[in-house]
């Protein structure tokens, strides 16, 4: 039984580490930032993709806002990430 759980801690550590190591590969790659309204972007995508998509978010965000008749500026700001493909987004996806 202990083997069993001490392959199990050391395939968990393995895996841990392998996710670490994409993590840090995609913290080299330039990344676009941006502050609207009260929300921030951080985005993979090209700066005018990232824009455009920015702009949607606040248009959605007020639209919403006008909608429910809630306060569009939030007190805590909106973190928005944008990434380039599904592969560099599953690196932080632990569900």
């Not at 941006?34 to 639209?63: C, K, T, V, Y």
Request: charged fraction near 10%; charge should be negative.
């Amino acid at each position: 039984m202990t083997r069993l759980v001490l392959l199990w801690l050391t395939l968990a550590v393995a895996l841990a580490t392998v996710n670490v190591s994409a993590q840090t590969e995609l913290a080299g790659i330039s990344w676009w930032q941006a502050e609207i309204g009260n929300s921030r972007i951080i985005s993979q995508l090209p700066a005018g993709e990232s824009a455009d998509m920015a702009r949607e978010f606040e248009a959605w965000r007020h639209a919403v806002a006008a909608m429910t008749g809630s306060v569009s500026n939030l007190p805590v700001p909106v973190y928005i990430y944008l990434f380039s493909n599904q592969a560099d987004f599953a690196h932080f996806n632990w569900t």
